[in-house]
């Protein structure tokens, strides 16, 4: 099964900072890598598919970028309503496995 | 609107079962997979089943194969769960899922509201 490791495990920033999230794939997976955004007691929601192509709806602060094995979410400038923890998926692979996810939160 | 309303859940004791429904609106059912994750108390989120567009075929995680079982009943727009021989590692709360296009190699866009399976003596 590939293996999806996420880091850091949590961090925490200012408002305005730019936030970088890593996500690595045990091997190739092209660009079938997926972001989700799990707000506090919320429900996971799709942010971006095929490692770059956001969601609509999703605001542009946020990118995605990568291919391969190595991964990336940005968020360009922290705000208050990006606290959440952020999951990598890979969905190439029968067992759509998910990352152990990235807390972020405000400093 | 795509809407996904999940039902079942509930106390169990370890070794008992229990049947999960979600019911879909706002698309064409039968033309998409769907999925089950969970997320185990204060965990991440575990892949556990899919099933295609009209049933045919089913996938399961190691952690559930042999005791879940995924169907679905394309008439009713509606998706189960049925979970036997549940043990305590198995307390987490449930999501249906719908995948992104038709097919299974997508990630998965619309999201049930979850439903808490409790497996204690």
């Known amino acids: 099964d590939i293996q999806m490791t996420q880091s850091p495990s949590s961090l925490s920033a200012s408002v305005g900072d730019r936030v970088t999230l890593t996500c690595r794939a045990s091997?190739?997976?092209?660009?079938?890598l997926a972001w989700y955004q799990q707000r506090p007691g919320k429900v996971p929601r799709l942010l971006i598919f095929?490692?770059?192509t956001l969601q609509p709806g999703v605001p542009s602060r946020f990118s995605g970028s990568g291919s391969g094995t190595d991964f990336t979410l940005t968020i360009s400038s922290l705000q208050p309503e990006d606290v959440a923890t952020y999951y990598c998926q890979n969905f190439k692979s029968v067992s759509w496995a998910f990352g152990q996810g990235t807390r972020v939160d405000i400093k | 609107e795509v809407q996904l309303l999940q039902s079942g859940g509930g106390l169990v004791q370890p070794g008992g079962s229990l049947r999960l429904s979600c019911a879909a609106s706002?698309?064409?059912?039968?033309?998409?997979?769907m999925t089950w994750v969970r997320q185990s108390p204060g965990k991440g989120l575990e892949w556990v089943s899919s099933?295609?567009?009209?049933?045919?075929?089913?996938f399961y995680a190691d952690s559930v194969r042999g005791r879940f079982s995924i169907s679905r009943d394309n008439s009713k727009n509606t998706m189960f769960l049925q979970m036997n021989n549940l043990r305590a590692d198995d307390t987490a709360v449930y999501y249906c899922?719908?995948?992104?296009?038709?097919?299974?190699?997508?990630?998965?866009?619309?999201w049930g509201q979850g439903t808490l399976v409790t497996v204690s003596s």
């Open positions: 706002g698309f064409t059912f039968v033309d998409y997979a």
């Open positions: 099933i295609s567009g009209r049933g045919t075929t089913t």
């Open positions: 095929a490692a770059s």
């Open positions: 899922a719908k995948y992104y296009a038709s097919g299974t190699f997508y990630p998965f866009d619309s």
């Open positions: 091997q190739d997976i092209s660009d079938y």
